[in-house]
């Protein structure tokens, strides 16, 4: 198993050569007096230090060891809550936190490398800040100001950590259906009681509280998904001194047995009168929750890249060092019995497309987290509004389609190892067993899918889309006399095309069968996911052709050649996700329920 290296030069690539990152951040009220690209490198630079020494080295003593629950306590692995302490010490909890509250208010195009780093490192742990983060996000935006003074530094600086209290044992994707009641108090706060399922680090031995946002309903709420609340519910109750006060009535019933992310640990977590506190308005809790969704499903997709790049560097060294069989060239290493298995054509193909969609993966997250930067720091109200879309369209094809490759390349990266693969000691079936719950929460991909066709482009006939089609074209207009390019963009534009006609088809079909968004859902995401990538491919390749003079060719060679890759072997895809896509919901309906 290779050492986990944060991949900085790539992130440097995506961030300054491909994005422009140092004109963006001067460009927005928010970034321009707290960072720029001399800031991130140093930042970047201890994540990857952290990462690699004190996160990825407990990764598979932690999978074998797992969380373990003894009376109501989580112990987490050996190692985890020191390595955690060291991880908040530096400041790292808090790295996008809003500064107000002890935040280090960076953009996330930044944070966004960093979780990277974390989750490639060791996707159970990461689970824990991230969890924190987003249950800042919820509180900084919709809580009280006693509420974010009480909670947020502490928060932020990683001394308490978050957890989201959404699901329950009949209520995942349908959180109109959940049961658990919040009765107001006296003194303005509720009793909440009821049992919530899967909660991720609900309850460990890491941090010295826990602070729960959890859904619920009041008394008089409507039915459905317009009365649900959302709460503040901490594991010890805190005095009105900040100091740490009685425990709360809520309790940690039992953790999961499950297929990956064992290190993490995935709680039953029961109220039983618990004393919290509103968050936002009254059944406005899931609106409270969405804040934090565009960041936690963004978050999701990472952590699929995450492991699909561990896996990624494992696989390439064990190709460069596993000797079997000759090149079909003849003999590559006459001096031993032979060849490495990176000369056989099928080994490259797995390697160039687990690179292919890893560094698609990559510069993808990154071009999310520039709408979210835009969204959040822009002080101008047209650039929000245009950002916000492209955030609305692109979030659910970041976590799905992201984390679709992930698992693919996963799989990919242990089929590599061959025999060995499955073996526990190489470490690539562990990230296979971890990248497959990132299709799984956060809303399952198909939920995502449903969510890009239906909400996000037929119910606004295609409006967000058109900012994205803009936006491409544009990029193709300015690219059209570019001989070095033209291979990419002639491509890239009949893409664009295909991807708008058959939007225009989902479009109409949504107008005369009520299957039609769910029967091709999946696929149009797909589609529409190869065409991002296809257009963020032209645009490193355009980097890579623009630096390719300055030195480092080789690193400039590579892209080019996975660029190359993407469109000749991967990007053909998109003409039989087409072809399902238009095929509609007849042959899918056609079969009755019960003859199954
Ligand atoms: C390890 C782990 C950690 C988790 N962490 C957390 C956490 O920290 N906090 C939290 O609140 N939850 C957490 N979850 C819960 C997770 O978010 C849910 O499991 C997930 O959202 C799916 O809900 P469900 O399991 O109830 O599946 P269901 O909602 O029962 O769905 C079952 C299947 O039906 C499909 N389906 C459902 N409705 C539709 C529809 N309308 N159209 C088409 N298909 C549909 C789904 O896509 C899925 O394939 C976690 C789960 C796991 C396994």
Known sequence: MADYKAPLRDMRFVLREV?????????LAGTRDSVDVETADAIL?????????????????ADEHGSRW????????????AAYQTFAEGGWCGLGGNAEYGGMGMPKTLVAQVEEMVQGADMSFGLAPMLSAGACLSIDAHASEELKDKYLPNLYSGIWSGAMDLTEPHAGTDLGMIRTRAEPNPDGSYSLT???????WGEHDMAENIIHLVLAKLPDAPAGSKGISMFLVPKILVNDDGSLGQRNSVACGSIEKKMGIKASATCVMNYDGARGWLVGERNRGLACMFTMMNYERLGVGIQGLGAADASYQNAVEYARER????????????????????VHPDVRRMLLTMRAFNEGARAFSTYVAKWLDIAKFSDDKVDIKHASGMVALLTPIAKAFITDKALETTVIGQQVFGGHGFIREWGQEQLVRDARITQIYEGTNGIQAM????????????EFLQLFVAEVEGFIRANSDSEALA???????????????????VIEQARQDPNAIGAAAVEYLHLFGYTVYAYLWASMAKAALAGI???????????????RFYYGRLLPQTKALSAHILEGSGPLMALEAELF
Request: glycine share 8%; aromatic share 6%.
């Open 194 to 200: 009821g049992t919530k399922i899967f909660i991720t």
């Open 19 to 27: 994005f422009e990152i140092d004109k963006l951040w001067a460009s």
């Open 45 to 61: 630079e201890q994540a990857a230090k952290i990462a690699a020494e004190e996160i990825a080295p407990l990764s598979r003593e």
């Open 323 to 342: 000797l079997q069989s000759r090149s079909p060239e003849g003999a590559k290493n006459p001096d031993k019995a032979a060849d490495p298995i990176i």
């Open 70 to 81: 003894q009376q109501g306590e989580v112990v987490s692995p050996p190692g985890f809550k």
């Open 451 to 462: 969510d890009l066709m239906g909400r996000k482009t037929v119910a606004n006939g295609g």
């Open 549 to 563: 003079e300055g030195g480092d060719a080789d690193f400039y060679r590579a892209k080019l050649a996975v660029a």
């Open 487 to 505: 291979e990419f963009i002639r491509p890239l534009s009949a893409e664009l095309d295909n991807l708008q006609r058959v939007s225009t088809t």
